[in-house]
């Protein structure tokens, strides 16, 4: 096992890199915006299952062989890219009405359901093959071998790292749905909303489309 103070300092590494303006935090701002805060922590759980996936794929040393094939990394940097586009799509075609106050229960029953978020957030961390290759270099820096397997400090590190990103990621949820509900009571400012989510989306998807290993 990590040593507490190893812990501590990976931890508060683990937070300043949530708050570094990235993909996924401003997936969960949009999404949050657009979506309300319940929206937005939904993408972040989704966020976090994708996040164990990969903390299991590198203590398994799954990441190291999906690294290494330029294949596999160009395969799913393009279904990621494919997908944050489909986003971009939906969010552009998406009509003011749904967030409109005059009509919430319209809203409510056309829009997401909490499962469909947090599989939308999982989506996103899985096509991210960016986000393997950083778990990749970044988790074993904090491993000692002279401490235990180093499978389980990885695996260690990595629920640490994720209960940072569930805690910066929530409190960025909570903040941007509550700033997001005034706006959807204007359907102007819903629409406007709409099209700056869809032209992030769309951004996000030409950045993972580009990204080197």
């Given at each position: 096992?990590?040593s ?34 319940r929206?937005?922590?939904?993408v ?26 330029a294949m ?11 997908y ?8 552009l ?5 749904l967030?409109?106050e ?15 978020m ?6 996103m961390?899985?096509?991210n093959?960016?986000?393997?290759v ?17 499978a ?42 709409n099209?700056?989510a869809?032209?992030v989306?769309?951004?996000l998807?030409?950045r ?6």
């Open positions: 096992m990590p507490l103070e190893t812990l501590i300092a990976f931890f508060g590494v683990s937070l300043l890199l949530g708050l570094t303006p990235g993909p996924d935090n401003l997936f969960v701002l949009v999404q949050s915006a657009q979506r309300g805060w929206a937005g922590m939904a972040v759980l989704g966020l976090c299952v994708g996040l164990v996936v990969h903390t299991a794929a590198v203590a398994l040393g799954l990441a190291a062989v999906f690294a290494a094939s596999a990394f160009t395969a799913l940097k393009w279904c990621g890219a494919a944050l586009a489909y986003l971009a799509w939906q969010a075609r998406a009509p003011a009405a967030a409109c005059a009509a919430p229960t319209a809203a409510a029953a056309s829009g997401p359901s909490g499962r469909r947090v599989a939308r957030g999982a989506v961390s899985l096509t093959p960016k986000v393997l950083f778990f990749l270099a970044f988790l074993p820096q904090f491993a000692d071998p002279a401490r235990g397997p180093v389980l400090q990885l695996m260690v590190l990595g629920a640490v790292f994720i209960l940072a990103t569930l805690l910066v990621f929530g409190a960025i949820a909570c903040f941007t749905g509550a700033f997001g509900a005034l706006l959807q009571r204007s359907a102007r400012a819903q629409t406007v909303l099209r700056v869809g032209l989306f769309l951004g998807a030409v993972l489309a580009t990204a080197e290993r």
